[in-house]
């Protein structure tokens, strides 16, 4: 949509909007950001609620073990070289016995993937029913995207193992993500430019196409792994900014991506 925005014609009527956009691009980021902070933040506020013996205003310190368990607790006074001690804090157990079973059966495995079988067998079968009872095409698309998303899951699960493969100093870039998002964004823009410049479509072909933006697109993108990602580059600011620069070059190549196909096609 920002892209879209930027080069202008259909299906904006206002001409290029290259100020809307890049806004539009830094508050999309910046909410996306922010989300990912709040939602840390509230998990942290209620797991302190459920857990309070955990949270202890003198806890500086607090080793997480199976079983029964206690933490030691220090507190630097206004004297560097003084230290008090609090009473040990008990701690509550960090594993039961349905956690262990979870955790170490060998079952474990072959549960999730007769789960997942019977979810993708589940879905398929709706939405081809789905389909077969929608003869003027009005959801069509939601089927469409159901039936095709676990491609794009499959194809982000592969690049996924590309993540800190890059050689010497660029083994922190996440280039599995990166790879994953510019290719959403490619097959998104490809697609965008069919529908909206290409006439003479059926009702079917253009629920298929927006079923392909929608599924494949969807599910082989990702915003949540990455402002993650760029959170976690971030951890060591002000003295190394490559989360920002993790965060530059993604926006910058998909922006330009998407100006090369959609902006050749326009102009």
Not at 93 to 114: G, I, R
Not at 232 to 248: A, E, S, T, V
């Amino acid at each position: 949509q920002m892209v879209m925005m930027m080069i202008g014609n259909k299906p904006s009527t206002l001409g290029t909007e290259w100020f809307t956009a890049l806004c539009g691009t830094v508050t999309g980021t910046m909410l996306a950001l922010a989300s990912l902070a709040a939602g840390q933040q509230l998990s942290l506020f209620i797991f302190s609620r459920l857990n309070p013996q955990v949270f202890h205003p003198d806890l500086e310190l607090a080793s997480a073990k199976t079983g029964p368990q206690t933490a030691e607790v220090s507190t630097t006074a206004a004297d560097p070289k003084q230290t008090s001690m609090t009473p040990s804090i008990p701690l509550p157990p960090t594993s039961s016995a349905l956690y262990e079973w979870w955790s170490t059966s060998p079952s474990l495995p072959l549960l999730t993937d007769v789960f997942a079988a019977l979810n993708l067998l589940v879905l398929t079968g709706v939405s081809i029913g789905m389909l077969a009872h929608d003869p003027d095409h009005s959801l069509s698309f939601l089927w469409f995207s159901i039936l095709l998303g676990p491609f794009g899951c499959l194809l982000r699960w592969k690049l996924a193992r590309f993540n800190g493969a890059l050689p010497g100093s660029a083994s922190w870039f996440p280039m599995g993500t990166f790879a994953a998002n510019i290719l959403a964004c490619g097959l998104d823009f490809v697609v965008q430019l069919i529908l909206l410049h290409v006439s003479g479509m059926s009702l079917l072909k253009k629920a298929v196409l927006r079923g392909v933006i929608l599924g494949v697109g969807g599910c082989l993108s990702t915003v949540s792994t990455w402002v993650v990602e760029v959170q976690k580059l971030n951890l060591n600011i002000p003295l190394d900014g490559r989360g920002y620069q993790y965060m530059f070059i993604t926006i910058v190549a998909s922006g330009a991506l998407g100006i090369l196909i959609y902006g050749s096609a326009v102009w």
